[in-house]
T-cell receptor
């Protein structure tokens, strides 16, 4: 079983729509959770960390459900510039440079 | 700050050739890592380092060597290139993990490698 699983999409949504992505992880001891954004042919960049109580950054809301071992990302009022691949990243239960696992990414296209 | 830099951006090799992918960071990060990204696979860790002089293997280390003689530099060597090593390679760095968990990984722009 993969450490981190995501629906690869693609998700094609109109501008202004709300879209949600889910990601499941297999290690119940995981402690750190992140969403990264990767534009086409570019490097991943941190979008936001995911905290136990859930957190919001402008139009973006991240939630963590430890009981069901999934995290979610909600994007409200989608913009054309939100078109990208969103990577779910989870640590493997310990800490350190060798302990992050990346999902394959969910591709989002926002349509005018 | 330049952040994390990688060279070259593109490279084509023939099977059996060797080469070094360069990575440097100017943020004084303790941790540095090399990942490869393949379609449908996500990023996979090749080698990593928690400080100068310390390196260790990740998930897919075979066919690659690394060294970390300085905090800034973390080159990745392909010993004898194979078509299976065709991929996009990303170098990343971060501060040492703290009691608050893992820190943000900063990625370089990537090297697109094709092995014929």
């Amino acid at each position: 079983r993969k450490e981190v699983e995501q629906d690869p999409g693609p998700f094609n949504v109109p501008e202004g729509a709300t879209v949600a992505f889910n990601c499941t992880y297999s290690n119940s001891a995981s402690q750190s959770f992140f969403w990264y954004r990767q534009d086409c042919r570019k490097e991943p960049k941190l979008l936001m960390s995911v905290y136990s109580s859930g957190n919001e950054d402008g139009r973006f809301t991240a939630q963590l459900n430890r009981a069901s071992q999934y995290i979610s990302l909600l994007i409200r009022d989608s913009k054309l510039s939100d078109s990208a691949t969103y990577l779910c990243v989870v640590n493997g239960g310990g800490t350190g440079a060798n302990n992050l696992f990346f999902g394959t990414g969910t591709r989002l296209t926002v349509i005018p | 700050n330049a952040g994390v830099t990688q060279t070259p951006k593109f490279q084509v090799l023939k099977t059996g050739q060797s080469m070094t992918l360069q990575c440097a960071q100017d943020m004084n990060h303790e941790y540095m890592s090399w990942y490869r990204q393949d379609p449908g696979m996500g990023l996979r860790l090749i080698h990593y380092s928690v400080g100068a002089g310390i390196t260790d293997q990740g998930e897919v280390p075979n066919g690659y060597n690394v060294s970390r003689s300085t905090t800034e530099d973390f080159p990745l060597r392909l010993l004898s290139a194979a078509p299976s090593q065709t991929s996009v390679y990303f170098c990343a760095s971060s501060y040492r993990t703290s009691g608050r968990g893992d820190n943000e990984q900063f990625f370089g722009p990537g090297t697109r490698l094709t092995v014929l």
